[in-house]
């Protein structure tokens, strides 16, 4: 049960540059939440997902899109990516509302 | 609307005196709260949560929380600091939509 991984664990992207953040786990969880984390800011949700084939938007979408085609997998896409989503992304995912949630290790994304 | 705050960004200590760092919460609703800890280039781990049943939540590593509904409070404290709990520690709550809202985090200190 290797719970809640992330791929890749670092990147540096240049401007405009585009990738995919890849989150999987193997709890068999309906719920997962993509976050990144800056300096005196704490995590800020970007998108999340109740279930698969479902994705929401959270508190700072702009810029990122998602996916979740398959239920243990979650994609986070940079279409276009800019320095100020230079950060680093944890993915999070728990069974059911209510549930606590599980993190990732985390992706250290430089875009320059 | 729910929002946490996390009195502190920093908090020094001597190994072996007691730690407190501070939270307060914003709910409309009785709140889930968790503490998370996160040690320097590491993923986030969950210490403690409550979720309405005893007040005083006692977590890992001798860390204890108590919820003070009438100060909208969810202070973390630990006894004796050992070195090995220099990390940054979040406060988060839940909302009704199951996103967590994350403190801004407070940065521990441990001095030998």
């Known amino acids: 049960n290797a719970g809640v991984t992330q791929t890749p664990k670092f990147r540096v992207l240049k401007t405009g540059q585009s990738m995919t953040l890849l989150c999987a786990q193997d709890?068999?969880?309906?719920?997962m939440y993509w976050y990144r984390q800056d300096p005196g800011m704490g995590l800020r949700l970007i998108h999340y997902s109740v279930g698969e084939g479902t994705t929401a938007k959270g508190e700072v979408p702009d810029g990122y899109n998602v996916s979740r085609l398959k239920k243990q997998n979650f994609l986070l896409g940079l279409e276009s990516a800019a320095p100020s989503q230079t950060s680093v992304y944890f993915c999070?995912?728990?069974?059911?509302?209510?549930?606590?949630?599980?993190f990732g290790p985390g992706t250290r994304l430089t875009v320059t | 609307a729910q929002s946490v705050t996390q009195l502190d960004s920093h908090v020094s200590v001597s190994e072996g005196t007691p730690v407190l760092l501070r939270c307060n919460y914003s709910?409309?609703?009785?709140?889930?709260l968790f503490w998370y800890v996160q040690h320097p280039n590491k993923g986030l781990q969950l210490l403690l949560k409550y979720t309405s049943a005893a007040t005083l939540v006692k977590g890992i590593n001798g860390f204890e929380a108590e919820f003070k509904k009438s100060e909208t409070s969810f202070h973390l404290t630990k006894p004796s600091a050992h070195m090995s709990d220099a990390a940054e520690y979040f406060c988060?709550?839940?909302?009704?939509?199951?996103?967590?809202?994350f403190g801004t985090g407070t940065r521990l200190q441990v001095f030998p």
């Open positions: 709890m068999n969880h309906e719920y």
């Open positions: 999070a995912s728990n069974l059911a509302g209510g549930q606590v949630p599980y």
């Open positions: 709910s409309s609703y009785s709140p889930s």
């Open positions: 988060v709550v839940r909302t009704g939509t199951d996103k967590l809202i």
